[in-house]
Structure formats: C-alpha cells, structure tokens
C-alpha cells in the first residue's frame, strides 16, 4: 500500500499544481490540494469508526484507507465542494469495503465504486472542469470564475499528445499527468507490486477493439485522454479485485479493454474506464475459474 501510495504522489502533486496555482489564483489554487487531503482523511476516519462499531481491530495504520482516499481524489475535478470528497471517502470505506469485511474481502474497487456513485448521483458537480485557455488568467485577475472546457475526450483533437502527457488539459485532478502516472507504473512493475500483463494487456485490447469499431481517433490521443492511463496501472492492478492466475489476469484486462471501448465508443458518456473495471470486477470469479487447471494426478470419478 505504501509503494503504491507513493508511486501516486508525484502525479497526484503535479495535477494539484497544473489544476490550481499554474490556473489560477485565490482560494481555488488550493482547492485540488484541499480536495485530495479531505479525501484521505475522511477514508481514514471512516475507516477507524466503521472498525470501531464493528468491533474490529483498527487498521487505519495499514495504509489501504490512505491509499482509497487519494484514489478517490485523484478522481475528482479540481473545483467540487468539499463534501463531495468526503462523502466518497465514506461510501468506498463503509459500503464498499468495511461491510463486505474489510480490506481483501472487497468484490469492487472502493475508489471506483464510490466515485460511479458520485458521478451517478451528482453529475454536474463530477464533470465540472476548468479551461486551459489563455482566458483563464485575466478571469482570474478580474475575479471572474474560470471558463468550463470539455475534457481531451468530450473533445477529440482538441490538445496535443504532449499536453495529454503534461495533464496541461482539462480533466480530474490526477488522471492529467499521464507521463508520472507511468513513471509510477514501471516502479510498482519493478518493485513487483503490480503485474505487468494487466496493463498492458488493458491498453493494448482497448487500442484494439477501439480502431476494430470503427474509431478514427488517433489511438495515441484516446490512451492518453481520460482516465485509461490511471485506471489501468492503479486500479484494475488492485489486488483484491482482480485475478491471481496468469491466465485470469489477461482475460480480465482483456475484458476491461474490450468493456471501456465499447463504453466509449457506443455509450452515451466519452468515459467508460471506471465502469468496464466495476463490470470486470464482478466477473472476477467466475475468469478464476474457466483457465483452472486440473490438479496434478487428479483421476475424475
């Protein structure tokens, strides 16, 4: 959990930075941080009082509620209102997590799962994102609000691969910086936190299925738009939700890629990663079990 958390941080600071003081002044300069540190503590509060009621050990020292509530704020754009993170934080440690029983026993990523019923619940409030444009300083000089702007995949073409790479575009506050988001991947690969086939396997099905329905996109620019680069390498990664075997993990990345172009390309919303890794994940059992392997000497009755 700790590797995990700080091969987050660096992406999550940059598009703190890019989302509030290099965009704009006053207190919405702070805003992504103040987002991202109500997130962890309310995941880490709700933790503690959930094991508390629930007469269980408290685990808040393990780093996995520290590690869902920066997820979680990561997810967020850069402008909500603060009890919007919080009560993510409560619904992805008290629903998701806590009464399923706690951290390992989870069937969804909490993160994602709180931050589906966020967007489901307050859709306007979870697609506010500021603009890039060179309108946002004087708005911010004259204390007028900074112009809202569609995100790299509500606009396809809009930006450049190296302002996706940058996260200089708009968007949620950690899913920008997409070049410290790999940076961290290939730590965690190397660190053997996470494994590779994931991942990989998520991006390159996606880039597949994607051009085989019929997208034009660049395929570059839809795997650096949105929240693919995040998702796969940290999300669809967690251990508790996805597959264990060899062969389970690259169907269930595979599953993902498939399940987020379909989204994307036929669904009603440019987004699709959240939801195709929350429908994989509950699939995860039943792709455990179609590669099993007979057991060594086993004789059939």
């Not at 050990?57 to 990561?74: E, F, K, N, R």
């Amino acid at each position: 959990m700790r590797d995990v958390f700080k091969a987050l941080l660096p992406a999550a600071i940059a598009g703190c930075i890019i989302q509030g003081p290099l965009r704009t002044s006053g207190y919405e300069a702070f805003a992504p941080f103040i987002i991202l540190i109500a997130a962890v503590a309310a995941a880490m509060l709700a933790e503690a009082a959930a094991q508390k009621l629930l007469r269980r050990p408290i685990t808040v020292s393990d780093g996995s509620a520290a590690l869902c509530g920066l997820l979680l704020g990561m997810n967020m754009p850069p402008r909500v209102p603060l009890w919007l993170p919080v009560v993510g934080s409560i619904i992805a440690i008290v629903l998701v997590k806590q009464l399923f029983g706690g951290i390992g026993y989870n069937f969804l990523n909490p993160a994602l799962a709180a931050r589906a019923a966020l967007l489901v619940s307050w859709p306007v409030l979870m697609t506010d994102f500021p603009a890039f444009t060179a309108a946002d300083a004087v708005a911010s000089a004259t204390g007028v609000d900074a112009l809202t702007q569609a995100t790299p995949l509500a606009a396809p073409g809009s930006y450049s691969i190296t302002q996706l790479l940058l996260g200089t575009t708009g968007g949620c506050i950690g899913e920008g910086c997409r070049l410290l988001l790999i940076l961290g991947a290939v730590y965690l690969i190397i660190r053997r936190v996470i494994n590779w086939r994931i991942p990989v396997v998520y991006i390159a099905s996606y880039m597949l299925f994607d051009r085989l329905f019929g997208n034009r996109e660049t395929l570059l620019y839809m795997v650096f738009s949105g929240g693919l680069v995040l998702g796969a390498c940290f999300m669809a990664t967690d251990y508790a939700t996805s597959p264990i075997t060899r062969r389970g993990r690259i169907i269930y990345a595979a599953g993902c890629g498939l399940v987020t172009a379909v989204l994307r390309v036929f669904g009603g919303s440019a987004e699709g990663v959240s939801f195709a890794i929350l429908i994989m994940n509950v699939l995860v059992p039943l792709i455990e079990r179609l590669p099993a392997r007979k057991a060594f000497g086993e004789i059939k009755n």
